[in-house]
């Protein structure tokens, strides 16, 4: 009767082993299931964001002006507006002819653009921000719209030292340019640079 309920014992103890280890599987299973899709739900979300953000091409004689239009909104019941961003490479050249962000003329001009860049760390999956930001002119008024131009992709600081924009486009993966309106607000408005620093290529 002893040598039975020993034996009793050892099969519920194996049973519960069993059970214990199906458990586990399963748990992994899940875990994997779902890190797996939401691995392919991020996924999908950056194919979406590098469709938005890849810039058209327009070849020339001697060159080619690549150019990317972003919409935003200055609040939610506003309008849609659109930053154009281009720039102009002739072919014989290293650097680009210029960098440009043109705006509606619906923004403070004197306050001019605020440029700052965004870097990934991939150790630790965190970002880490530019120290200092790049204010520029809204040099050029024409035709309804505010032009920053960067001639040969620099910026002067206010420092009056020259601030290599073309180098920071190509080591971040971030543009942000904050921009003035006329209610004492402000938007930022940000700008991806994944397709950027593989298309610019093509001009080279």
């Known amino acids: 009767m002893k040598r039975l309920k020993v034996k009793t014992l050892k099969y ?3 049973k519960m082993k069993y059970f214990r280890t199906v458990f586990c599987v399963l748990l992994v299973f899940i875990i ?3 890190n797996r899709k939401s691995t392919e739900s991020e996924d999908d979300w950056l194919t979406v964001l590098d ?11 001697t060159g080619a002006i690549m150019y990317l239009d972003i919409a935003y909104q200055t609040c939610d019941s506003c309008v849609t507006d659109f930053l154009t961003m281009s720039v102009a490479k002739h072919k014989s050249r290293i650097r680009p002819d210029w960098i440009a962000a043109i705006f509606p003329d619906n923004i ?3 306050e001019g653009v605020f440029l700052f860049f965004r870097k990934s760390n991939e150790e630790n999956n965190q970002s880490t921000e530019e120290e200092s930001t790049i204010r520029v002119d809204l040099s050029e008024h024409r035709k309804d719209t505010y032009i920053v131009r960067l001639k040969d992709g620099y910026a002067i600081d206010e420092n009056n030292e020259k601030v290599d924009i073309l180098k920071k486009l190509q080591e971040s993966d ?4 904050m921009i ?11 700008l991806p640079l994944k397709n950027f620093k593989k298309q610019y290529k093509e001009l080279e």
Do not use: N, R, V
């Open 174 to 177: 971030m543009l942000y340019l």
């Open 32 to 34: 994997f299931s779902c």
């Open 12 to 14: 519920q103890f194996d």
């Open 180 to 190: 003035f309106l006329p209610d004492g607000g402000h938007k930022t408005i940000a």
């Open 108 to 110: 403070i001009q004197e």
């Open 51 to 61: 469709s938005i953000y890849f810039w058209d091409i327009e070849p020339e004689l």
